[in-house]
């Protein structure tokens, strides 16, 4: 029985090395026909064409051609450790960008509930208008509860840029008393086996959530393409725009596509943080930081870095 049970553990793994090797080399074809067959996915004036995008967005073929991507872009960096260092750099610089615009959402954020509040306390105005020839006028319960969106660009949209600052709360046990090497070594776990996955499922959850408030009949992440290509012959979009109260937000369907940013740019800067912490366990310790852009508040301000 022992010896039936070694085996069908063998067999299952050798099995799924099969599979995983199988997925591998198919990802080239699927890169490569979905590349030269544009109009297959990307013509959304054809309802079969929307349902193969949203089969393929959330699939095991997508999946398979972006950790493909992935590993051909590890061994290219391997040998050659200045084109590492350059998607480093261009990806720290991607999150760095993309921060620090959409930060500025948080000073919107505080500028509209000042206007609010004086137009409820002050003026007595159940609505108000915002624009140039043609206005957004919406009630005051609109813009009062649009905060939340304001927020969730902060949340979503800056969460690789924090990242790249040191800005994130840590829980330290052990880290702070290994050596350099270890650290890196820690990293380099914690962001292929926590991030990427982490990331990968939210995408997951987040991809289909977001079309089930899209569009009709709602897809599901257990159907087949030949399934949704069924569905597709009733297709028709219903975008979501059911607010919380009678005349309050009703462009929730954002939140359902910034859960979808967000998931992709942490897999992506899960890549960047793997790309430098192996890099910084190879080159040692002089290598730390190297080349990372922080924010600093300017000279004499130095005290009070990392403070926050």
């Given at each position: 029985m022992q010896d039936d049970t070694g085996i069908s553990f063998f067999g299952a793994l050798f099995n799924g090395l099969i599979w995983l090797v199988q997925n591998i080399a198919g990802a080239f074809y699927n890169f490569g026909y979905a590349v030269t067959h544009p109009q297959l996915w990307l013509d959304w004036s054809d309802k079969t064409s929307i349902m193969r995008f949203v089969?393929?967005?959330?699939?095991?073929?997508?999946?398979?051609?972006?950790?493909?991507?992935?590993?051909i872009l590890t061994a290219i960096g391997i040998y050659k450790r200045e084109f590492m260092w350059g998607m480093v750099r261009g990806l720290e610089g991607f999150a760095n960008g993309i921060g620090r615009f959409f930060a500025w959402a948080g000073l919107i954020m505080v500028i509209q509930q000042i206007i609010i509040v004086f137009m409820q306390r002050i003026f007595a105005r159940p609505d108000m208008s915002f624009g140039l020839g043609i206005a957004l006028e919406k009630d005051i319960s609109w813009f009062a509860e649009e905060l939340k969106l304001y927020n969730a660009l902060v949340v979503c949209m800056c969460v690789t840029y924090t990242f790249v600052q040191g800005g994130h709360v840590r829980v330290d046990l052990i880290y702070s008393g290994i050596s350099f090497r270890a650290k890196r070594v820690v990293d380099m776990v914690g962001s292929i086996i926590f991030m990427m996955p982490a990331a990968v499922l939210t995408w997951m959850y987040g991809w289909f959530f977001l079309w089930r408030h899209l569009i009709v009949p709602k897809p599901s992440a257990s159907d087949q393409l030949d399934r949704l290509i069924m569905k597709a012959r009733a297709l028709r979009w219903n975008v979501e725009t059911i607010g919380f109260s009678p005349n309050g937000f009703n462009g929730y369907f954002l939140f359902k596509i910034l859960l979808v940013t967000f998931a992709g740019i942490v897999f992506i800067h899960a890549a960047a943080f793997f790309y430098r912490s192996l890099l910084e366990f190879i080159e040692g310790q002089g290598s730390e930081n190297k080349y990372l852009d922080k924010d600093t508040l300017g000279e004499g301000e130095e005290a009070y870095e990392g403070a926050h």
């Open positions: 089969y393929y967005g959330g699939s095991v073929e997508f999946f398979f051609v972006v950790f493909t991507l992935f590993l």
